[in-house]
């Protein structure tokens, strides 16, 4: 499935709805470049879920668990991992492997330890339809 979304709103709407179908140990691959509003799909996402606190991107932290929704999530942001053993030291298999929704930025990072089934979204810019304009691609693998 391939989704145009024209501004942050749209792009935070399909994140949203996303989120509202969101199925107990989903896993979630959310890839595309910096800046490319990850974070805006995320924060519509946990609104979907029906989290109510201030999401923000765990840069610095791996993962940010919210557990206000329907269902727990695990928000990480693998950017910044140095090597693959951090996530064991995190404890990322109770988050994959449990009944809440793992959303992963930058997966492609840790690719050899995730799920054999995955959601992927992946989020891209084309300047040649504006400023505001992201396609997004839904892919089940």
């Given at each position: 499935?391939?989704?145009?979304?024209?501004?942050?709103?749209?792009?935070?709407?399909?994140?949203?709805?996303?989120?509202?179908?969101?199925?107990?140990?989903?896993?979630?691959?959310?890839?595309?470049?910096?800046?490319?509003?990850?974070?805006?799909?995320?924060?519509?996402?946990?609104?979907?879920?029906?989290?109510?606190?201030?999401?923000?991107?765990?840069?610095?932290?791996?993962?940010?668990?919210?557990?206000?929704?329907r269902l727990p999530l695990y928000h990480f942001d693998v950017y910044r991992i140095g090597d693959i053993s951090e996530m064991d030291e995190i404890g990322y298999e109770d988050c994959f492997y449990g009944d809440g929704v793992s959303l992963i930025e930058w997966s492609q990072l840790i690719e050899e330890i995730l799920p054999e089934h995955v959601t992927e979204i992946t989020i891209e810019k084309d300047l040649e339809k504006g400023f505001d304009y992201r396609?997004?691609?839904?892919?089940?693998?």
């Amino acid at each position: 499935m391939v989704i145009d979304t024209w501004g942050p709103e749209e792009t935070r709407a399909f994140g949203k709805k996303m989120g509202q179908e969101a199925r107990p140990g989903q896993v979630i691959c959310l890839n595309g470049d910096l800046g490319v509003g990850k974070t805006i799909f995320t924060q519509g996402f946990a609104e979907g879920l029906g989290i109510d606190e201030p999401v923000n991107s765990p840069t610095f932290t791996i993962v940010q668990q919210y557990d206000t929704g329907r269902l727990p999530l695990y928000h990480f942001d693998v950017y910044r991992i140095g090597d693959i053993s951090e996530m064991d030291e995190i404890g990322y298999e109770d988050c994959f492997y449990g009944d809440g929704v793992s959303l992963i930025e930058w997966s492609q990072l840790i690719e050899e330890i995730l799920p054999e089934h995955v959601t992927e979204i992946t989020i891209e810019k084309d300047l040649e339809k504006g400023f505001d304009y992201r396609k997004i691609r839904v892919e089940e693998k």
